[in-house]
């Protein structure tokens, strides 16, 4: 298992596009949290999932973002319509279920770029 | 979740011990200490937690008071690819996310 993978690396969309984040957890990670770091700025909660259900989305911008964690398939964090200010770089963890004895293990990011 | 105090910078040479505070006055009981750090454009990756007792795995040790109100991380032998943000998390049994502050950017000289 290489760890959690995240995809694409970098993603440049023009403004009003959809950009498509995709993450895929470390085998038998059953949770899944998006983080946000804008430019020379810290990293920001968005949501937290598992599989089928949104648990925590109380830092997610409430018009335009969407995520979702399927049965089957990558967790996929949606922006609709980007702009210049949702570029920055979107970080992907995973934990298992016993969350307090393990480390989450964090992907490399998707760095969005909205020209 | 308890709040934490890092300083915002630090300096350390290389091959010196690197000894990172953070102090966490208000911790509960329940809550563990965890460290990240975050080289530059790469995801956080986990150093180490505790709970009550030092800890220490091959990234580094965990130093944690007795009154568990502060701890430091120790990187024993520092190099140059410690440069990075570290980050002190407090983080309660099974709590869903975890939250982060602005760390210490630990700066290791040649």
């Known amino acids: 298992n290489a760890g959690v993978m995240q995809n694409p690396r970098h993603l440049v969309r023009r403004r009003g596009q959809e950009a498509r984040l995709r993450c895929s957890p470390m085998k038998g990670h059953s949770h899944v949290y998006w983080y946000r770091q804008l430019p020379e700025e810290g990293l920001k909660f968005m949501v937290y999932?598992?599989?089928?259900?949104?648990?925590?989305e109380s830092g997610m911008p409430k018009e335009r973002f969407s995520a979702e964690f399927p049965k089957e398939g990558p967790s996929i964090l949606r922006i609709q319509q980007v702009v210049r200010g949702d570029s920055a770089a979107y970080f992907c963890?995973?934990?298992?279920?016993?969350?307090?004895?393990?480390?989450?293990?964090f992907g490399s990011g998707t760095r969005l770029t909205v020209v | 979740d308890a709040k934490t105090t890092q300083p915002t910078s630090m300096d350390c040479a290389e091959g010196r011990a690197a000894n990172l505070p953070c102090n966490h006055s208000t911790i509960s009981g329940n809550e563990y200490v965890y460290w990240y750090r975050q080289i530059h454009s790469q995801g956080p990756q986990y150093i180490i937690h505790?709970?009550?007792n030092n800890e220490t795995n091959e990234m580094a040790s965990l130093i944690i008071t007795e009154d568990r109100k502060s701890s430091t991380l120790i990187l024993p032998h520092a190099t140059l690819r410690d440069t990075a943000v570290y980050y002190c998390?407090?983080?309660?049994?099974?709590?869903?996310?975890?939250?982060f502050g602005q760390g210490t950017r630990l700066t290791i000289n040649p």
């Open positions: 999932l598992q599989k089928e259900n949104i648990i925590d």
């Open positions: 963890a995973s934990s298992p279920r016993d969350r307090a004895n393990y480390g989450y293990t």
């Open positions: 505790g709970l009550k």
């Open positions: 998390i407090v983080l309660i049994q099974g709590a869903q996310k975890l939250v």
